[in-house]
Nanobody, 112 residues
Framework: QVQLVESGGGLVQPGGSLRLSCAAS????????TGWYRQAPGKQRELVAR???????DYVDAVKGRFTISRDNDKNTIYLQMNSLKPEDTAVYYC??????WGQGTQVTVSS
Protein backbone atom coordinates (compact mmCIF):
# COMPACT_ATOMS: atom_id res chain seq x y z
CA GLN A 1 0.00 0.00 0.00
CA VAL A 2 1.26 3.48 -0.85
CA GLN A 3 2.29 5.71 2.04
CA LEU A 4 3.57 9.28 1.96
CA VAL A 5 5.15 10.47 5.21
CA GLU A 6 6.00 14.14 5.64
CA SER A 7 8.29 15.78 8.17
CA GLY A 8 10.18 19.01 8.77
CA GLY A 9 7.44 21.48 9.62
CA GLY A 10 7.58 23.76 12.61
CA LEU A 11 7.79 27.32 13.87
CA VAL A 12 10.29 29.69 12.27
CA GLN A 13 10.91 33.44 12.38
CA PRO A 14 10.40 35.62 9.30
CA GLY A 15 13.45 35.37 7.07
CA GLY A 16 14.27 31.90 8.34
CA SER A 17 14.42 28.56 6.56
CA LEU A 18 12.88 25.10 6.77
CA ARG A 19 13.24 21.93 4.75
CA LEU A 20 10.24 19.66 4.33
CA SER A 21 10.65 15.98 3.46
CA CYS A 22 8.24 13.44 2.02
CA ALA A 23 9.32 9.81 2.05
CA ALA A 24 7.38 7.28 -0.02
CA SER A 25 6.78 3.57 0.29
CA UNK A 26 4.95 1.43 -2.23
CA UNK A 27 5.65 3.85 -5.08
CA UNK A 28 8.65 5.18 -6.98
CA UNK A 29 8.64 8.98 -7.04
CA UNK A 30 10.57 9.28 -10.29
CA UNK A 31 7.76 7.52 -12.17
CA UNK A 32 5.24 10.26 -11.35
CA UNK A 33 4.70 13.98 -11.32
CA THR A 34 5.00 15.00 -7.68
CA GLY A 35 4.63 18.24 -5.81
CA TRP A 36 3.97 20.28 -2.73
CA TYR A 37 0.72 22.07 -1.96
CA ARG A 38 -0.31 24.26 0.94
CA GLN A 39 -3.51 25.34 2.62
CA ALA A 40 -3.84 28.33 4.93
CA PRO A 41 -6.84 28.76 7.26
CA GLY A 42 -9.92 29.86 5.33
CA LYS A 43 -8.22 29.46 1.95
CA GLN A 44 -8.20 26.90 -0.85
CA ARG A 45 -5.41 24.38 -1.13
CA GLU A 46 -2.93 25.67 -3.69
CA LEU A 47 -0.02 24.30 -5.66
CA VAL A 48 3.39 25.49 -4.49
CA ALA A 49 5.87 23.52 -6.58
CA ARG A 50 6.04 20.50 -8.90
CA UNK A 51 8.80 18.25 -10.10
CA UNK A 52 8.30 16.29 -13.31
CA UNK A 53 9.51 12.80 -14.11
CA UNK A 54 12.47 14.31 -15.93
CA UNK A 55 13.51 16.25 -12.82
CA UNK A 56 12.42 19.62 -14.20
CA UNK A 57 10.63 21.74 -11.62
CA ASP A 58 8.28 24.70 -11.63
CA TYR A 59 6.85 27.08 -9.02
CA VAL A 60 4.05 29.49 -8.39
CA ASP A 61 5.10 33.13 -8.55
CA ALA A 62 4.58 33.65 -4.81
CA VAL A 63 7.47 31.34 -3.92
CA LYS A 64 9.70 31.58 -6.99
CA GLY A 65 13.26 32.38 -6.01
CA ARG A 66 12.70 31.40 -2.38
CA PHE A 67 11.60 27.74 -2.49
CA THR A 68 13.30 24.79 -4.17
CA ILE A 69 11.75 21.38 -4.83
CA SER A 70 14.08 18.42 -5.28
CA ARG A 71 14.05 14.63 -5.46
CA ASP A 72 16.51 12.07 -4.18
CA ASN A 73 15.90 8.93 -6.21
CA ASP A 74 18.15 6.76 -4.03
CA LYS A 75 16.17 7.70 -0.92
CA ASN A 76 12.83 7.84 -2.78
CA THR A 77 12.17 11.17 -1.09
CA ILE A 78 11.14 14.63 -2.26
CA TYR A 79 12.02 17.85 -0.46
CA LEU A 80 10.91 21.43 -0.29
CA GLN A 81 13.65 23.82 0.78
CA MET A 82 12.03 27.05 1.96
CA ASN A 83 14.17 30.15 2.43
CA SER A 84 13.36 33.77 3.25
CA LEU A 85 10.10 32.68 4.81
CA LYS A 86 7.29 35.19 5.23
CA PRO A 87 4.26 35.17 7.54
CA GLU A 88 2.04 34.61 4.50
CA ASP A 89 3.80 31.26 3.96
CA THR A 90 2.08 29.96 7.10
CA ALA A 91 -0.01 26.94 6.11
CA VAL A 92 -0.30 23.19 6.26
CA TYR A 93 1.96 21.79 3.56
CA TYR A 94 1.03 18.57 1.74
CA CYS A 95 3.04 16.17 -0.38
CA UNK A 96 1.20 14.98 -3.51
CA UNK A 97 1.75 12.26 -6.07
CA UNK A 98 -0.33 12.81 -9.21
CA UNK A 99 -3.05 10.17 -9.67
CA UNK A 100 -2.06 8.49 -6.38
CA UNK A 101 -2.74 10.65 -3.34
CA TRP A 102 -1.60 12.89 -0.53
CA GLY A 103 0.51 12.92 2.58
CA GLN A 104 -0.96 13.80 5.96
CA GLY A 105 0.33 17.38 5.93
CA THR A 106 2.82 19.21 8.11
CA GLN A 107 2.29 22.60 9.75
CA VAL A 108 4.58 25.50 8.90
CA THR A 109 4.19 28.64 11.01
CA VAL A 110 6.20 31.78 10.26
CA SER A 111 5.98 34.22 13.14
CA SER A 112 8.07 36.34 15.47
Amino acid sequence: QVQLVESGGGLVQPGGSLRLSCAASGIIFSAYVTGWYRQAPGKQRELVARILRSGISDYVDAVKGRFTISRDNDKNTIYLQMNSLKPEDTAVYYCNVQTVGWGQGTQVTVSS
